[in-house]
């Protein structure tokens, strides 16, 4: 299973709203990563865990909050957005022995904030 | 900024033509990798090339990386209307614990027409 998944592919929320995005892999990687993108520019990193453990924080505003469950699953927890943080947020996994800095990624949550 | 410039930003080409794009950085590598990303899509990882290596294939891939000029580039042969995509560089450093923190080029914008 080389596949990272993520949910909700869709979200829309409003600025007062809370809500999270999930991703999931099963191919034992320990290192999992966010990123934002906006349109038409390249993927931005946000937040980078390392065995479970948040190891860079791109000062990331705290309306975002990361979460590691296990080595399997990733949370972002989102709280109070604004409008300018509509993106398409892509999740990433690697396998987190320094073998290959290679980074697989899910299909992405586009998120629209009213 | 540590984003790279990748040329052209985008690219029109026939199917069946060859297209070329090309990345530059700033600071220094161990390798770069190219990424695909289809409209609105996850990043799918393409090839990797490391910093000794001047050249490697893989299938219709062919990239080149001049660590002199600090300037990568990929050629796609006989493209497909199935290419038609965004196209990013990436490099990054080692960020511990077996993490790789990756900044990704500006992109090309790649259309096959049929």
């Known amino acids: 299973d080389t596949e990272v998944t993520q949910t909700p592919k869709h979200l829309v929320m409003g600025m007062t709203n809370k809500k999270s995005l999930k991703c999931e892999q099963h191919?034992?990687?320990?290192?999992m990563y966010w990123y934002k993108q906006k349109a038409k520019k390249p993927p931005e990193l946000m937040f980078v865990y390392s065995y479970e453990k948040l190891s860079i924080n791109e000062s990331v505003p705290s309306r975002f909050s990361p979460e590691c469950p296990n080595s399997s699953l990733l949370n972002l927890h989102l709280h109070a957005l604004q409008p300018e943080d509509s993106a398409l947020y892509l999740c990433a996994s690697s396998p987190g022995d320094r073998s290959t800095d290679t980074q697989y990624f899910g299909p992405g949550t586009r998120l629209t904030v009213l | 900024s540590q984003q790279g410039e990748e040329d052209p930003q985008a690219l029109s080409i026939q199917e069946g033509e060859n297209a070329t794009m090309n990345c530059s950085y700033k600071?220094?590598?161990?390798?770069l990798q190219w990424y695909r990303q289809n409209s609105g899509r996850g990043l799918v990882h393409l090839i990797l090339?490391?910093?000794?290596?001047r050249e490697k294939h893989s299938g219709r891939l062919r990239v080149t990386l001049d660590t002199s000029k600090k300037s990568s580039s990929l050629l796609i042969t006989a493209s497909r209307a199935a290419d038609t995509a965004s196209y990013f560089c990436a490099r990054g450093p080692y960020s511990g614990a077996g993490s790789y923190q990756l900044t990704f080029g500006k992109g090309t914008k790649l259309s096959v027409i049929p």
């Open positions: 600071t220094s590598i161990n390798n």
């Open positions: 191919m034992g990687h320990r290192a």
């Open positions: 090339i490391r910093s000794n290596e």
